[in-house]
T-cell receptor, first 110, second 115 residues
């Protein structure tokens, strides 16, 4: 079966760093996405990892270990606007049938 | 910046009625998708569409659902006889031809409420 796990909720302080973990077990794997979703809005693309290692993009970085079925999203210099749900999604094959995690609700406190 | 547009933004319908949700993908994109998200739950894949036909569909996409690209620009999702459990946000997404980097572009979503 297909399974993606990520924490339900995390709390962090403005200006700090937070790491959101995601583990996956899928039949077939062709990359791991991170999306940000504010309440009532569409998901917006943050990152895509297909090879092992760290991809850095401004304040956000994403890491993938294919052998461990593990990814994380690292957010630095947290801002209040980063309060949102962060969705981890695995691409099973070349057809973009994404399997989504339930999302991690990130709460930023002043 | 090009974007995926969806209409209506919100539709309320009676159980058993037919609903058509419309999407205009980004013009040079070739792959189109419908996803849904029941309130408070995870995003779920419904169907993917390429070259004017369904390329893959999930278990959720049963006989009451259909998709069409009637005029080369619109991409529609039809729900023939809506049920209460069809109440959800429906997202259309498209992928560019050079989408090796994997970025799906999502529309703002259509919220369907079935009474």
């Amino acid at each position: 079966g297909q399974n993606i796990d990520q924490p339900t909720e995390m709390t962090a302080t403005e200006g700090a760093i937070v790491q959101i973990n995601c583990t996956y077990q899928t039949s077939g794997f062709n990359g791991l996405f991170w999306y940000q979703q504010h309440a009532g809005e569409a998901p917006t693309f943050l990152s895509y990892n297909v090879l092992d290692g760290l991809e850095e993009k401004g304040r956000f970085s994403s890491f993938l270990s294919r052998s461990k079925g593990y990814s994380y999203l690292l957010l630095k210099e947290l801002q209040m606007k980063d309060s949102a749900s962060y969705l981890c999604a695995a691409r099973l094959d070349s057809n973009y049938q994404l399997i989504w995690g339930a999302g991690t609700k990130l709460i930023i406190k002043p | 910046e090009p974007e995926v547009t969806q209409t209506p933004s919100h539709q309320v319908t009676q159980m058993g009625q037919e609903v058509i949700l419309r999407c205009v993908p980004i013009s040079n994109h070739l792959y189109f998708y419908w996803y849904r998200q029941i309130l408070g739950q995870k995003v779920e894949f419904l169907v993917s569409f390429y070259n004017n036909e369904i390329s893959e569909k999930s278990e959720i996409f049963d006989d009451q659902f259909s998709v069409e690209r009637p005029d080369g620009s619109n991409f529609t999702l039809k729900i023939r006889s809506t049920k209460l459990e069809d109440s959800a946000m429906y997202f259309c997404a498209s992928l560019s031809p050079g989408g090796a980097a994997g970025e799906l572009f999502f529309g703002e979503g259509s919220r369907l409420t079935v009474l």
